[in-house]
């Protein structure tokens, strides 16, 4: 009789390759969900690293956070974290609304992609003098300006960045000005200290639903974000000059 065939390999074979992993799978993985808190929005990179650089290096909170974003429609959201817990996310929120700054707690879904906006370790950190003064101590630059309640009255105002260089300030004013010329027809620029750093501000507005309709037109305008401010009696605003 003529010899019986070779066995056969192909039920080994089978058996030793390895099951395949859906391409989903992969980025779930790769991308838990985690919490954060959204600081802005904004369309480019550049834009999205001034402002945290802004927020980091005038806010001890800061200290040891990264920054990131996510795309969000045509934007992209500006994160901070990720936070460990809810509990954490809240505290940096509640920090940030002490020294006048709006964020949220965001939470992203299991395979969101959430991109570095700095390389690892390479994100601004606060300045000593907002370092000194989270702990209560006298930053090393600061002046008392004599001021009155008559001369600097209770305001409203929008507030749209910060930044310690008044040359910068006036540039950023400018800048968002040219974005959105309509939302700043017949506005003014003027700024206000903040521990190391002063905030950039756009009025003065009758009332902070005035502030806020303003800052939704920049927005619609041109993507421009901030937040209403209310400066308090005999609190020194100072009008931004050479805008």
Same mark, same amino acid.
């Given at each position: 009789p003529p010899p019986p065939p070779p066995p056969s390999t $192909?039920?080994? !074979?089978?058996? /030793? !390759? &390895? =099951?395949? #992993?859906?391409? +989903?799978? #992969?980025?779930r993985a790769a991308q838990p969900a985690r919490t954060w808190v959204q600081l802005a929005t904004g369309p480019t990179q550049d834009g999205l690293r001034f402002t945290y650089r802004q927020y980091a290096r005038a806010n001890a909170v800061f200290a040891g956070r990264e920054g990131w974003y996510a795309p969000y429609g045509r934007t992209n959201r500006l994160l901070? +974290? &990720?936070f460990e817990s809810t509990a954490e996310a809240n505290a940096f929120v509640g920090a940030m609304r002490e020294a006048g700054i709006e964020t949220l707690?965001?939470?992203? &879904? =299991?395979g969101e992609e959430i991109v570095?906006?700095?390389?690892e370790g390479g994100s601004p950190q606060p300045t000593a003098n907002a370092r000194a003064a989270s702990s +209560?101590?006298?930053p090393a630059d600061s002046e008392a300006v004599p001021s009155s309640e008559a001369d600097h009255p209770a305001r409203y105002w929008a507030q749209v960045g910060i930044g310690q260089e008044r040359a910068a300030l006036r540039f950023t004013y400018r800048q968002f000005s040219r $974005?959105?010329?309509?939302?700043?027809?017949?506005? /003014?620029g003027f700024y206000a200290s903040w521990n190391a750093t002063n905030r950039l501000l756009v009025g003065p507005f009758d009332s902070n639903r005035a502030a806020q309709a303003f800052l939704n037109a920049a927005r619609a305008e041109g993507d421009i974000d901030g937040f209403p401010y209310r400066s308090?009696? +005999?609190q020194q605003v100072s009008p931004l000059s050479g805008q």
């Open positions: $192909a039920a080994a !074979e089978v058996a /030793s !390759e &390895p =099951e395949s #992993t859906e391409p +989903g799978e #992969t980025q901070v +974290g &990720p707690r965001w939470r992203s &879904p =299991e570095r906006l700095y390389s +209560g101590a006298e $974005a959105a010329p309509q939302a700043f027809e017949g506005k /003014s308090s009696a +005999g």
